[in-house]
């Protein structure tokens, strides 16, 4: 154990480059941030052709959550009379990050902080722009016109400022999709797209898909004797009835026609105003059907989940990496301890007792996370705490950095610093 800590101590002092870069290792020198495998591990490459592992913090955010029953946010009052404007904060802001050793600004975070010298990331919410919702789990009409043109024009909008960023890792293309049943809704995507108007492009496009399937409208409802309005009902059945595998087997077809629809659209969008930086995946919500992630293809440069267990879901990691061969980034996680004072009764994962607790859940997090040859970064949430009244969806949760009075939680900060300070070490091999 002592040995092992020595070589931790002696490798994480390499020096880093502007970007984090770690120097110890080198790939190809692009200019931009990209994606290299060498000796069997994948890392991201910083411009300056540097491994580089992203270790960042969602919502970094100078007014942060606002209540409602309030009318402000509290976190908000606070930096803007400690600090006066938001380009101070996000100054005093990156410097602590720095300190704890993170090198990535995550989603959401204030754009004050992209001008600080830490490389960021962006999401663009495409899938929102034209019609979808995360939270309600709506899906847009992805086979519509007005799809195509909303995601170009977000792109547009987007992307073409920051094309030659050189500290712009890359794009989330959305947060959270609803690609399934899930707690948002009991639905299928087949079944929401047959439910949409007869003259609009997805009910064209599933009956399409129907007639190609299985013959004729007409075949398909005598045979399954259903209507489609009870098509999830069908396959949730007990006993099941004698047609639900081939039930299944239509949505599961279904499913990926949507799906690399969805993910062709937004990558050519985003390639045609910018071609320089990464796309890093749609940040899956704590599950990811396989015909959505074998959609994919080229599509993506990175693939991100979210997930709020005590451990990182490495069998489903796994799978997906087996299927795709694409490195990974777990870009949404954390941990909450009830001695913070905040109700903590809102919002993912299961909270713990103390800000000891939370600590120690990151540190075996990390390691295991980091030792995939496959995973090159994490994403914590977040930066400040939710306020204890609620914030716009009622989350009320110590999932910070600091708290509402910009205070930082030293215990857990200072066990951040020392696990990011060793992380290059374990992903190369040098630390098992």
């Given at each position: 154990?002592?040995?092992?800590?020595?070589?931790?101590?002696?490798?994480?002092?390499?020096?880093?480059?502007?970007?984090?870069?770690?120097?110890?290792?080198?790939?190809?020198?692009?200019?931009?941030?990209?994606?290299?495998?060498?000796?069997?591990?994948?890392?991201?490459?910083?411009?300056?052709?540097?491994?580089?592992?992203?270790?960042?913090?969602?919502?970094?955010?100078?007014?942060?959550?606002?209540?409602?029953?309030?009318?402000?946010?509290?976190?908000?009052?606070?930096?803007?009379?400690?600090?006066?404007?938001?380009?101070?904060?996000?100054?005093?802001?990156?410097?602590?990050?720095?300190?704890?050793?993170?090198?990535?600004?995550?989603?959401?975070?204030?754009?004050?902080?992209?001008?600080?010298?830490?490389?960021?990331?962006?999401i663009i919410d495409l899938a929102s722009g034209a019609g979808g919702n995360w939270q309600s789990g709506?899906?847009?009409?992805?086979?519509?016109?007005?799809?195509?043109?909303?995601?170009?024009?977000?792109?547009?909008?987007?992307?073409?400022?920051?094309?030659?960023?050189?500290?712009?890792?890359?794009?989330?293309?959305?947060?959270?999709?609803?690609?399934?049943?899930?707690?948002?809704?009991?639905?299928?995507?087949?079944?929401?797209?047959w439910e949409m108007p007869a003259d609009s492009a997805g009910k064209k496009k599933a009956v399409s898909?129907?007639?190609?399937?299985?013959?004729?409208?007409?075949?398909?409802?005598?045979?399954?004797?259903?209507?489609?309005?009870?098509?999830?009902?069908?396959?949730?059945?007990?006993?099941?009835?004698?047609?639900?595998?081939?039930?299944?087997?239509?949505?599961?077809?279904?499913?990926?026609?949507?799906?690399?629809?969805?993910?062709?659209?937004?990558?050519?969008?985003?390639?045609?105003?910018?071609?320089?930086?990464?796309?890093?995946?749609?940040?899956?919500?704590?599950?990811?059907?396989?015909?959505?992630?074998?959609?994919?293809?080229?599509?993506?440069?990175?693939?991100?989940?979210?997930?709020?267990?005590?451990?990182?879901?490495?069998?489903?990691?796994?799978?997906?990496?087996?299927?795709?061969?694409?490195?990974?980034?777990?870009?949404?996680?954390?941990?909450?301890?009830?001695?913070?004072?905040?109700?903590?009764?809102?919002?993912?994962?299961?909270?713990?007792?103390?800000?000891?607790?939370?600590?120690?859940?990151?540190?075996?997090?990390?390691?295991?996370?980091?030792?995939?040859?496959?995973?090159?970064?994490?994403?914590?949430?977040?930066?400040?705490?939710?306020?204890?009244?609620?914030?716009?969806?009622?989350?009320?949760?110590?999932?910070?950095?600091?708290?509402?009075?910009?205070?930082?939680?030293?215990?857990?900060?200072?066990?951040?610093?020392?696990?990011?300070?060793?992380?290059?070490?374990?992903?190369?091999?040098?630390?098992?």
């Open positions: 154990m002592l040995l092992e800590l020595l070589l931790y101590m002696s490798m994480a002092t390499e020096e880093y480059n502007v970007y984090g870069g770690w120097n110890s290792i080198q790939g190809d020198k692009t200019g931009f941030f990209h994606t290299q495998e060498i000796n069997g591990i994948h890392w991201l490459i910083d411009p300056d052709g540097y491994a580089f592992i992203s270790k960042g913090v969602n919502h970094i955010s100078y007014t942060a959550d606002n209540v409602p029953s309030l009318g402000y946010s509290p976190y908000g009052k606070v930096t803007s009379e400690k600090y006066g404007n938001a380009g101070a904060w996000a100054k005093a802001s990156v410097e602590r990050l720095k300190n704890w050793k993170f090198n990535t600004i995550g989603a959401w975070s204030s754009r004050e902080t992209f001008k600080q010298g830490i490389p960021y990331t962006v709506s899906f847009p009409d992805v086979f519509s016109d007005a799809f195509r043109q909303s995601v170009y024009s977000v792109a547009k909008e987007q992307c073409t400022s920051f094309r030659n960023d050189r500290f712009l890792i890359g794009y989330f293309t959305d947060n959270e999709l609803r690609w399934g049943p899930d707690w948002r809704s009991t639905h299928g995507l087949f079944t929401d797209f898909f129907v007639q190609k399937y299985y013959g004729t409208i007409e075949k398909f409802n005598t045979h399954f004797k259903t209507d489609f309005a009870s098509f999830d009902d069908v396959i949730k059945e007990t006993p099941p009835p004698p047609q639900t595998e081939e039930l299944k087997s239509l949505e599961s077809g279904f499913l990926k026609f949507v799906a690399s629809q969805y993910f062709k659209v937004c990558a050519d969008a985003i390639r045609e105003y910018d071609p320089n930086h990464l796309i890093l995946g749609c940040r899956y919500g704590g599950y990811a059907p396989m015909e959505v992630v074998q959609s994919m293809g080229d599509n993506v440069d990175v693939i991100s989940y979210n997930d709020y267990g005590f451990h990182p879901p490495i069998s489903k990691l796994q799978q997906i990496y087996e299927l795709t061969g694409k490195p990974m980034m777990l870009t949404e996680f954390s941990f909450k301890a009830m001695d913070s004072g905040l109700p903590n009764t809102r919002g993912a994962g299961q909270p713990v007792k103390t800000q000891q607790d939370r600590a120690d859940n990151f540190d075996t997090y990390m390691t295991e996370l980091i030792k995939l040859p496959y995973a090159v970064g994490f994403h914590w949430f977040e930066y400040a705490d939710e306020p204890e009244e609620g914030r716009f969806d009622g989350e009320n949760s110590n999932y910070g950095l600091v708290n509402i009075k910009d205070e930082t939680w030293e215990t857990i900060t200072k066990r951040m610093s020392e696990v990011n300070a060793r992380l290059e070490v374990l992903h190369s091999g040098k630390g098992k």
